[in-house]
Nanobody, 124 residues
Framework: VQLQASGGGLVYTGGSLRLSCAAS????????RAWFRQAPGKERELLAS????????FYANSVKGRFTISRKNAKNTMYLQMNSLKPEDTAVYYC??????????????????WGQGTQVTVSS
């Protein structure tokens, strides 16, 4: 499994960014895909996930209503549209994939495939 994240950058408070995650590899290993982030000094946080075959989604409370996860099956690509960005959204953002169907990805740390991170910086 290979996951390639892109789209990070510098944006000002209230701005928007769209992250992309292009995937390759066996589809059965990527039944659920997700976006995480990790800010300096903080633990990695699940933001949103999507069950690839059905489109079912999960959002963390911290981003619900501001971030939207989506997919384009034909391109095997996942997106994270981020609106109304705040300085506290500053972090390295990672895309991830997992063989399970659990959109909360609870207890899946040992099986998650990770992409490289992309930096998102929100300046006030």
């Amino acid at each position: 499994v290979q996951l390639q994240a892109s789209g990070g950058g510098l944006v000002y408070t209230g701005g928007s960014l769209r992250l992309s995650c292009a995937a390759s590899g066996p589809s059965w290993r990527m039944l659920t895909r997700a976006w995480f982030r990790q800010a300096p000094g903080k633990e990695r946080e699940l933001l949103a996930s999507i069950r690839w075959t059905t489109g079912n989604t999960f959002y963390a409370n911290s981003v619900k209503g501001r971030f939207t996860i989506s997919r384009k099956n034909a391109k095997n690509t996942m997106y994270l549209q981020m609106n109304s960005l705040k300085p506290e959204d500053t972090a390295v953002y990672y895309c991830a994939a997992d063989p399970s169907l659990d959109v909360t990805m609870t207890g899946r740390e040992a099986t998650i495939y990770w992409g490289q991170g992309t930096q998102v910086t929100v300046s006030s």
